[in-house]
């Protein structure tokens, strides 16, 4: 007999976990000032957690019984894409910046014959 009880992760927990990635990545894409190079890898671990998310509100779609955990669903669900949007987005926007930027300090510290 196991006495700890099981815990099921619902409609609240992937509202929770949207919730969660959003704020992370809004705090991530404007916590600083400048260019944002260095926050492409987060940002890009961001993206996917927010996939993950949409494929858990698809899941959990599924077993939703009342209309009260599909609407929470259905919230997580927009919370999640609007957040793989935007990391997309600033990934894509700084990714070509960033890598000419990268390229220009590797011809600067590259001694020339």
């Known amino acids: 007999m196991c006495l700890m ?3 099921k992760f619902g409609s609240l927990g992937a509202v929770v976990i949207a919730l969660a990635a959003a704020a992370a990545s809004l705090w991530l894409g404007f916590g600083s000032d400048g260019i944002f190079c260095d926050r492409l890898p987060s940002m890009t671990i961001m ?3 927010a996939a993950f998310v949409i494929a858990l509100c698809f899941r959990l779609l599924g077993r939703a019984v009342t209309s009260g955990q599909k609407w929470q669903i259905a919230a997580a669900l927009l919370i999640a894409a609007v957040t ?3 990391n997309t987005r600033f990934v894509l926007k700084y990714h070509g910046l960033c890598e000419q930027l990268q390229q220009q300090m590797r011809q600067m510290t590259t001694p020339s014959h």
Do not use: I, W, Y
């Open 47 to 49: 993206a996917v957690l």
């Open 84 to 86: 793989l949007f935007a």
């Open 5 to 7: 009880p099981k815990l």
